[in-house]
């Protein structure tokens, strides 16, 4: 089989797993809610309410159906694109708290991201440069306290050190209650001020995203540095290094355009793994620094026994976590010509 045919195979068979593997995280969310302790009628009615009244309640919502009854009845829910409605928000429907929350948790994802990128690849590679001393030594170090240390944990001692102990960065929240907001075109607050022209706002908002996005990415970006220094090694030690190296060209040059090029492709390649990692670590970045994302809001729904929301919430991060799985699967496919389906 010819690599283009084989290529297409792999692409179609990961398009046709795409929806069993939603399935299944759709099913283990629906029964591991169902199953944990509390009721959602308690939290919404009080637990002083008549007990008719919660009956009443319960039939309305459909939780005293049987359990087989209520997976069909939200399979085809979900079928028709419909997420439900929120117990705890007024009748909000899970799409548009998904609306409102979601552009926070995306900012503050992408910044995180591009913090743990360069702060990755930069350790790793003068690691990598300089085997066997202080900065190798000093680079898995790095590497293993910044992927042991818990996040929770982490962003706390950034707050006690920099936002009360220096006051240099706010403890929390997105932006500063007593100023305006600005103007919702896309929802993330540095692109707002950019396309209004208010850098002041821009500023505001990059001061405010400062710790948090510092804090989740400095901590993933440990799961960079680790892949860089192992395949960076590798690659210094390939016979085109060699060849550059006896040609005279300095070591710099060689480590940086060449060798690191070749070495970031495994890069390439755990990105949607990461990026599902940085969803599931913004749920504690954003509780800990009061961040109003999806992830808070998740929170505070799983606190709430709002059942409706944690499902339409979790439904909505493991189709971005699939999509961007398949999507990183297949560029890998289409810049590394050494692999094979």
Same mark, same amino acid.
């Given at each position: 089989m010819s690599r283009s045919k084989a290529l297409q195979y792999y692409i179609f068979s990961r398009l046709l797993l795409a929806p069993l593997m939603l399935w299944t995280i759709v099913t283990l969310v629906f029964l591991l809610l169902r199953a944990t302790p509390g009721d959602p009628v308690d939290v919404v009615l009080g637990g002083r309410a008549p007990d008719s009244v919660k009956e009443e309640y319960r039939q309305r919502l459909g939780l005293a159906d049987p359990l087989w009854l209520q997976y069909l009845r939200y399979l085809g829910a979900l079928a028709h694109l419909d997420l439900g409605t929120s117990l705890t928000s007024q009748g909000q429907k899970v799409s548009d708290v998904i609306q409102l929350h979601f552009p926070a948790t995306l900012e503050l994802a992408t910044f995180s991201m591009a913090i743990a990128i360069i702060v990755g690849v930069a350790v790793g590679a003068i690691s990598a440069s300089r085997p066997n001393t202080f900065l190798d030594v000093?680079?898995?170090?790095?590497?293993?306290?910044? !992927?042991? =240390?818990?996040?929770?944990?982490? @962003?706390?001692?950034? /707050? $006690?050190?920099?936002?009360?102990?220096?006051?240099?960065? &706010?403890?929390?929240?997105?932006?500063?209650?007593?100023?305006?907001?600005?103007?919702?075109?896309?929802?993330? !607050?540095? =692109?707002?001020?950019?396309?209004? @022209?208010?850098?002041? /706002? $821009?500023?505001?908002?990059?001061?405010?995203?400062?710790? &948090?996005?510092?804090?989740l990415g400095i901590l993933i970006s440990g799961i960079f540095e680790r892949i860089v220094r192992v395949n960076l090694k590798q690659t210094l030690q390939a016979d085109y290094v060699e060849a550059a190296k006896a040609r005279g060209i300095p070591e710099g040059r060689i480590l940086w355009s060449h060798a690191l090029k070749n070495a970031l492709i495994p890069v390439i390649t755990i990105l949607g793994l990461t990026f599902a990692s940085m969803l599931g670590g913004a749920v504690l970045t954003e509780v800990t620094f009061s961040w109003p994302g999806l992830g808070n809001r998740l929170y505070q729904a799983i606190s709430e026994r709002d059942y409706p929301t944690v499902q339409g919430v979790m439904v909505f991060f493991a189709a971005i976590v699939v999509t961007a799985s398949i999507l990183i699967d297949i560029i890998n496919a289409y810049i590394d010509p050494r692999i094979r389906y």
């Open positions: 000093g680079g898995r170090l790095f590497g293993i306290i910044t !992927y042991a =240390i818990p996040l929770f944990w982490f @962003g706390m001692i950034l /707050q $006690l050190i920099f936002a009360v102990q220096l006051g240099w960065f &706010p403890l929390g929240t997105r932006f500063p209650v007593t100023q305006i907001a600005p103007p919702t075109f896309t929802g993330l !607050y540095t =692109i707002d001020s950019l396309l209004n @022209g208010n850098f002041s /706002q $821009l500023l505001t908002s990059l001061y405010y995203l400062a710790l &948090p996005s510092l804090t």
